[in-house]
């Protein structure tokens, strides 16, 4: 058995090496374009920041340690150039030299990856502009940082863009960034963002919103950016990350199947439409475990288990890819956002019936001290109760509820199973009613029907004379330091003497600070024979659809 491998880095390194464990006899030769087979792409940023001070803490494993423990053929600076299939061969070319060679196959695995976008304006060759994806850029970047730049113009509010931000203004240097959509982060959905943007703004950057450049010029300063709203930005470095593009150029050439961005089509066993031929990693379409449609996410984690798998089926194994479910994770200063499965964008957009709830919870007992508030938004299928989607942005725990929920996604569990679960439990990690329980809670009452309840957004947009009674149950204190336009302020402690003052011939939506007092004003106000619903997380999350 020979085994060709092209491309190294997360999918590439995993296969290799799975490879090698499963066969002491194959020959398995691996190519990889650049100098270093297998880096931390994630690590990055924290190195250009000074965060991580070694660079060699971002190689995760060298050609020599591949050759040596892996008994591997490394072939560094090696551009595999062409697959002729019809006589299992690829052309290969050494970068050091010129040099163009054949290379014959039984097997070949495509771990190509994903490039930067780099969009067609004026200037993006100049010096100073850059893009990031491998250690030279790093390498390119960092430099440039440390000749005195004091302006640095980020376009693109994606995952890498605000790591960067942070380290730039760890760094003292002034960051803006720029987005031409009308959020940061798109994978979430766009309330679920601004915790972050205030984050953005408290550390000094600023963040301009549906704008893009249209054009960057060489000044005597070093660089403006030109924006397409007629702003000029000053910098002295500018760093495009608007988003990467499938290196599928070889696949495309070589008559591999393409999805409609770009994405290697593969079956469930990481198969292109050449049955020899594997892919895997950001070069590859992938099931969505939500929708079961294709799409692309180019994410590390599932790039490795991918490596694993198409390894396990190049050697006659029989092992399937069950899909991605996009968990991420974004660590920003004293804020996280993470999430898991769909958001509710991606629900709408396939017209698939959802609910959803908002939680405000602390993440370990408040009367502990250091407890940290964080938002939780749950998605879930109106009918059975499965658990679709969650997103998280706070400070300390959100890793750990996230990454709960994305194993209930997993498992194809319900809101009735977060209620259920048995979680660990100390003052210092946690509460006796988990932010997880929390959340299969509220879910549930709206399911049984406990807890009627309207989405703010929904309230909000209503017309003025369909608008239902609202109703804040919060303290007098708290009503007068803000509170939603139109609410009447009856206190959840007064509301039972003070039923008479409400109105009989109108749906009342009560709400509180995050949502747990509105449910017992709604409670009491439905066994006193009114109309009444809960407005879904308080005030907190009306909070939320405010512009910043």
Sequence with gaps: ??????????????????????????????????????????????????????????????????????????RTQSSVEAIDRK????????????????????????????????????????????TLRNLQDTDHIKERANQGVKQVVLLGGGFISLELAENFVRLGIST??????????????????????????????????????????????????????????????????VGVRPENKLAVEAGLEVGPRGGIRVNDYLQTSDPNIFAVGD???????????QTQVPLAGPANRQGRIAADNAFGRSVKYRGTQGTAILGFFDRTAAMTGASEKVLRRADRPFRKVYIHPAHHAGYYPGAEGMVLKLLFDPTTGRVLGAQGVGGAGVDKRIDVLAVAIQAGMTVFDLEEMELAYAPQ????????????????????GDHPQVDVEAVLASPAAERPFLLDVRTPQEFSAGHIPGAV???????????????????????????QRGYLATRILLQAGLSAVNIGGGYKTFKLFQPL
Excluded at 182 to 207: C, N, R, Y
């Design 1 to 74: 058995m020979k085994l060709l491998i092209v491309g190294g880095v997360a999918g590439g390194a995993s296969a290799a090496a799975r490879s090698r464990r499963l066969s002491e006899d194959a020959e398995i030769v691996v190519f990889e374009r650049g100098p270093d087979v297998s880096f931390a792409n994630c690590g990055l940023p924290y190195y250009i920041g000074g965060e991580i001070a070694d660079r060699k803490k971002l190689l995760v494993t060298t050609p020599e340690m591949l050759r040596t423990r892996f008994k591997l053929d490394v």
């Design 429 to 448: 990690f946690g509460s006796a009613k988990d932010p997880i329980n929390m959340a299969g809670f509220v879910a549930g009452g709206l399911l049984r």
């Design 489 to 515: 302020n009856i206190p959840v402690d007064e509301l039972r003497s003070r039923l008479a003052e409400l109105p009989r011939d109108r749906k009342i939506a009560a709400y509180c600070q995050v949502g």
């Design 87 to 130: 006589t299992k061969k690829v052309r290969v070319r050494d970068l050091a030299s010129g040099r163009e060679y054949e290379e014959s196959y039984d097997k070949v695995i495509l771990a190509t990856g994903a490039a930067p976008f780099r969009p067609s304006i004026p200037g993006m060759d100049l010096p100073g502009v850059f």
């Design 283 to 293: 070069a590859i379409e992938v099931k969505d475990v939500i929708s079961g449609e």
């Design 176 to 241: 803006t960034v720029v987005e031409k959509n009308d959020q940061i982060l798109t994978p979430f959905d766009k309330e679920m963002t601004q915790p972050v943007v205030a984050e953005l703004a408290s550390k000094g950057v600023t963040l301009l919103l549906s704008q893009s450049a249209e054009a960057v010029e060489q000044t005597a300063d070093g660089l403006v950016v030109c924006l397409n709203s007629g702003q000029r930005l000053p910098a002295q470095l500018v760093i495009f990350g």
